[in-house]
């Protein structure tokens, strides 16, 4: 991200505007990420304000506190699609980012398509997230096809959750929340959906 682009995020996220999520402008944050990471999440999220919506205790920040010093954000899509990956075949984007409150992981993936399902290319990460056996999956994809804008869809396993996002322009945009993991969620389903809530509203 460029230095203009930086001042401009830091200022929007200073006075509480966000820009509008578009299908272009996730694209071209993705691309701006390079391919090892960086460390700082370039989105708009307020991990701290989302966790009080939540009323999930303990300190939140961005980053992992069981791998510290790894990246907080990478990005697939954009220019680094393969050809026939589902990013290619339904072009668009994907950012993903690193918090934690109090000792648990919490990651949040942003994903933008030109059509729907954009929750299609995240299938494997909320499979591996959830511990989803390939029928349930099944069953929460088709789930999230049919879930309105806004609308926290949690997995049978209680850590991970989505929201179809409000999108700016043409295109598909979900938001995917991991919470601990499926034998020990981090928070119960009400907190987690109500984590994601707030995260969704805070780009929308």
Not at 59 to 69: F, H, L, R
Not at 70 to 83: C, D, F, L, P, S
Not at 105 to 134: D, F, K, M, W
Request: hydrophobic fraction near 45%.
């Amino acid at each position: 991200m460029g230095a203009a682009a930086a001042v401009a995020l830091l200022a929007g996220c200073e006075s509480g505007s966000a820009p509008a999520l578009s299908l272009a402008g996730l694209t071209k944050t993705a691309d701006a990420i390079p391919s090892e990471g960086q460390d700082t999440c370039p989105l708009a999220y307020d991990i701290t304000k989302a966790a009080k919506a939540a009323g999930a205790e303990g300190a939140s920040a961005p980053g992992s506190v069981k791998e510290p010093g790894e990246a907080v954000a990478t990005a697939e899509g954009g220019k680094r699609a393969e050809a026939d990956t589902p990013l290619a075949q339904n072009p668009g984007a994907l950012v993903s980012c690193v918090f934690h409150i109090g000792q648990e992981e919490v990651v949040v993936h942003t994903a933008a398509t030109r059509r729907p399902q954009a929750v299609a290319p995240l299938a494997p990460i909320v499979g591996q997230l959830a511990g989803s056996s390939t029928k349930d999956l099944i069953a929460y994809i088709n789930r999230m096809a049919k879930a309105k804008t806004g609308e926290p869809v949690v997995t049978e396993s209680g850590n991970v959750v989505s929201v179809r996002l409000k999108l700016d322009g043409e295109g598909d945009a979900v938001m995917v929340v991991g919470a601990g993991d499926a034998r020990h969620p981090a928070l119960d389903r009400e907190r987690i959906a109500a984590l994601a809530t707030s995260l969704a509203d805070q780009v929308a």
